[in-house]
Each structure stands twice: as C-alpha cells, then as structure tokens.
C-alpha cells in the first residue's frame, strides 16, 4: 500500500523549504522553491512539479534541483 496522505504532504512541504533549485531558462539559482516562488510569482509546487519531471515547465521556465 502507498504512503499516508499526512507523510507525503509533510514530505512535499520539506521539500519545499529545504531543496535548493534552478530556473535553466535564466540561470537563477534559489534557495528552495519557497524562494523562488516569492521572487518569481511562479507557485513552488509547479516548480517541484518540474523538477521531478511531472510538468516540462513551471510558469513558461524550465526548473531543474542544483
């Protein structure tokens, strides 16, 4: 059976705050989605989303984790 929806929530909200990523369209470097979503607009989910290559881009960028 998959994990609990608790676990994974608490796994994504981690994720979030704590992995660093990459905008490859410009080069900007950020701390964690969390930042780059208070810089860019673009929301950290639908970066993560891209990162774990759900989605080919976030917000017309493409993301990738450093």
Known sequence: ???PVKQIYKEICIKKRKTPVVCLTN????QSAMAA???TGIWATS???CCDGKTSQ???KEWAYV
């Not at 080069?27 to 950020?30: L, S, T």
């Open 27 to 30: 080069g900007d470097v950020f």
């Open 47 to 49: 970066i993560l989303n």
């Open 1 to 3: 059976m998959g994990k």
């Open 58 to 60: 976030a917000g017309k």
């Open 37 to 39: 979503e208070r810089k």
